[in-house]
Nanobody
Framework: QVQLRESGPGLVKPSQTLSLTCNVSGDSLTTKYYYWSWIRQPPEKGLEWVGAIAHSGGTSYNPALRRRTSISRDTSKNQFTLQVTSVTPEDTAVYYC????????????WGQGAQVIVSS
């Protein structure tokens, strides 16, 4: 059974960097040919794909967020990390990590979600 769990601060001040970690169990981040994504859902809005890291370590990002977003991984800990710089209140959302990429129907395992509020 694959399990994902997000962790990180629930409150971030504007202009600071949001950092979340996803710990994965039951599968390896290097298993061909999976992708591991970050997805977010702002209040009263739909799901938004933020970016992904592939089994190879390659990354891809939502063009609207690319300038401020970075995804990395630590294969020794089987975890991957999201960083979003220069956050604003518009970055307030529930952030999910999931296995898969692209359309929502492509994800087979999800974390429980982590609420992040951007506020001073």
């Amino acid at each position: 059974q694959v399990q994902l769990r997000e962790s990180g601060p629930g409150l971030v001040k504007p202009s600071q960097t949001l950092s979340l970690t996803c710990n994965v169990s039951g599968d390896s981040l290097t298993t061909k040919y999976y992708y591991w994504s970050w997805i977010r859902q702002p209040p009263e809005k739909g799901l938004e794909w933020v970016g992904a890291i592939a089994h190879s370590g390659g990354t891809s990002y939502n063009p609207a967020l690319r300038r401020r977003t970075s995804i990395s991984r630590d294969t020794s800990k089987n975890q991957f990390t999201l960083q979003v710089t220069s956050v604003t209140p518009e970055d307030t959302a529930v952030y999910y990590c999931a296995r898969g990429v692209g359309d929502v129907s492509n994800y087979d395992y999800w974390g429980q979600g982590a609420q992040v509020i951007v506020s001073s």
